[in-house]
C-alpha cells in the first residue's frame, strides 16, 4: 500500500519538525524551500530553548515602550512607517491583544509547547544520536537598572505560579556561576529549565538524518500558489510553473507564510520582524550559561568555540539590508552589559541578518486550516522558533494521523483570523 504523501513548504526549523515526525509516522516526505536552505533564520539565532517565555510579545505596556523605542535609533525596536493594508491591520490586531487577560490565557499554553519541545529535544539527542551542543544549564536575565530588575522578578513570580522554576539572584550570586565574567547589573533572574544548542548543528543533522530516511530536499523554488477542488488542496504549483501532489500540505514558509496562505483563503497576519546576531569565533572567554540583557534585549549564547550576541525587531517588510545604526545600538549593550567587551572586539564579518514571522497576539499558527481538511500551518513563532518548533512539528503530525493532539490549543488555531 502506497504512503501518504506530504509536501512542506519551508525548510526552517518548523518544517524540519513537522518532517522529522510525519516521517516518524511512516508518511512519504517532500520539503521544499525558496532559498538554499543554508541561511533561513533557523541557522542564525540565539538556539535559547526557553521555557522561561510565557509571555506573549503582544502584552501591556509594549505598545508605549515600543513608541518610546522608535525615538531612538539605536534602540532594539523599530516599525517603519508605511500605508500598507496588512501593516495596519497586524497592529490594530496587536494592539487589541495587548492586555493582562491576553497574557493570562496565553502562558499555560505557551508553557506546555516550551516545555514540550525542551523533551522532544532531549528525545532527539539521545535517540538519534545527534549532537548538537545541547546544554540544560539555565538562562540569566541581567538587569543593569533596578526597574528593569523589578520587571523581571515579576515576569519570575508568574513563571513560577505556572510551575516554571525562576530566582531572583544578586550579581555575587551571579558571579559564583559565571567567575570569568564581570557583568555590569544590579542583579539577575536564573530560569534552570532553559537551555541553549548550537541552531546550525541541529539544523544540519536532522537534514542529514531525514535525507537518509527517504524525506526529499527541493531548494531554490519557490511555491506561489495551491490548486484546489471544493475540499482539499491538489497541487502545489511553484512560481515557475512546476507542481506537486500530495495528500496533505503544510505550509512552514517562516515570514513569506503568510502570502502563501492567503492562495487559499487562508488569512495569517504576520509581519516579518528583522534581526541580527554577531558571532565571535575563539573570543578570550566564553560563559557557562546563554542569557538576555534584560533592558536591551539582547541575547547571548556560548556556541562551541563562539559566542553569539543577537537582538532587536525591526518591522520593515522582508527588507534584509543592515540597519548600522541598530547594529551599532546591539553592540554598545553588548559592551554596556559586558565591560570586558568593546566595540573593537565586536568589529567582525560573521554578521547575520534573518527574518522572524511575528503574529499580532504573539502566539504561533500551528494546526488545520478551516477551509480545506488536508491543509495544515506552522508558522508565527517569532523569536522562539528552535523553542516552539518542535512541538508544533509533533501537533501537525498528531492532527494528520490521528485527526488530533492534546498540545493543539485554539490560542495556536490558524484560523483565529478568519
Not at 536575565?141 to 530566582?167: H, I, R, S
Not at 556560548?302 to 553569539?308: E, F, K, Q
Not at 508558522?379 to 512539528?393: D, E, I, K, N, Y
Request: aromatic letters at 8%; proline letters at 5%.
Amino acid at each position: 500500500m502506497p504512503k501518504n504523501r506530504a509536501l512542506i513548504i519551508g525548510a526552517g526549523i518548523a518544517g524540519i519538525s513537522a518532517a522529522y515526525y510525519l516521517n516518524k509516522a511512516g508518511f512519504e516526505v517532500t520539503v521544499i524551500d525558496k532559498e538554499s536552505g543554508r541561511n533561513n533564520c533557523s541557522y542564525g539565532n540565539a538556539g535559547m530553548i526557553v521555557p522561561s517565555h510565557i509571555i506573549p510579545l503582544a502584552s501591556p505596556g509594549m505598545i508605549s515602550k515600543g513608541l518610546r523605542w522608535m525615538l531612538n535609533a539605536e534602540s532594539p525596536f523599530y516599525i517603519r512607517p508605511r500605508m500598507n493594508l496588512d501593516l495596519i491591520y497586524w497592529a490594530w490586531k496587536f494592539r487589541k491583544s495587548s492586555t493582562e487577560k491576553h497574557v493570562r490565557e496565553s502562558g499555560p499554553v505557551l508553557r506546555d509547547l516550551l516545555l514540550k519541545s525542551r523533551e522532544l529535544l532531549i528525545e532527539i539527542e539521545e535517540n538519534e544520536n545527534l549532537e548538537f551542543q545541547f546544554k540544560k544549564n539555565g538562562l540569566f536575565m541581567f538587569c543593569n537598572t533596578q526597574k528593569g530588575l523589578d520587571t523581571e522578578a515579576e515576569t519570575a513570580y508568574k513563571a513560577q505560579d505556572l510551575g516554571v522554576p525562576a530566582k531572583v539572584l544578586t550579581p555575587a550570586e551571579v558571579k559564583n556561576k559565571e567567575p570569568g565574567f564581570d557583568f555590569r547589573i544590579t542583579g539577575a533572574v536564573y530560569y534552570p529549565l532553559d537551555a541553549h544548542l548550537h541552531p546550525g548543528s541541529l539544523m544540519n543533522g536532522l537534514k542529514k538524518l531525514l535525507n537518509s530516511r527517504g524525506v526529499s530536499f527541493i531548494y531554490d523554488t519557490k511555491i506561489s500558489r495551491f490548486e484546489s477542488d471544493s475540499t482539499k488542496i491538489t497541487t502545489a504549483t511553484s512560481s515557475d510553473g512546476l507542481t506537486w501532489k500530495a495528500d496533505y500540505f503544510i505550509i512552514c514558509g517562516g515570514a513569506w507564510s503568510a502570502e502563501l496562505a492567503k492562495t487559499s483563503g487562508l488569512k495569517i497576519p504576520l509581519q516579518a520582524g528583522k534581526g541580527y546576531s554577531i558571532t565571535l569565533n575563539e573570543p578570550s572567554l566564553i560563559p557557562e550559561n546563554c542569557g538576555i540583557f534584560a533592558e536591551a534585549k539582547v541575547t547571548m549564547t556560548p556556541m562551541d568555540h563562539a559566542l553569539r550576541f543577537g537582538g532587536t525587531m525591526e518591522i520593515v517588510g522582508t527588507d534584509r539590508r543592515i540597519n548600522t545604526k541598530k547594529l551599532t545600538g546591539l553592540k554598545k549593550s553588548v559592551c554596556n552589559y559586558l565591560p570586558q567587551i568593546n566595540m573593537a572586539d565586536l568589529e567582525t564579518e560573521t554578521i547575520w541578518v534573518g527574518l522572524r514571522p511575528c503574529s499580532p497576539d504573539g502566539m504561533p499558527y500551528v494546526g488545520a486550516a478551516m477551509k480545506f481538511n488536508n491543509l495544515f500551518v506552522s508558522t508565527g513563532h517569532a523569536m522562539m522558533g528552535m523553542s516552539l518548533a518542535p512541538a508544533s512539528g509533533l501537533i501537525i503530525s498528531e492532527m494528520i494521523s490521528n485527526g488530533r493532539s492534546d498540545l493543539y490549543h485554539q490560542k495556536i488555531d490558524p484560523n483565529r483570523y478568519n
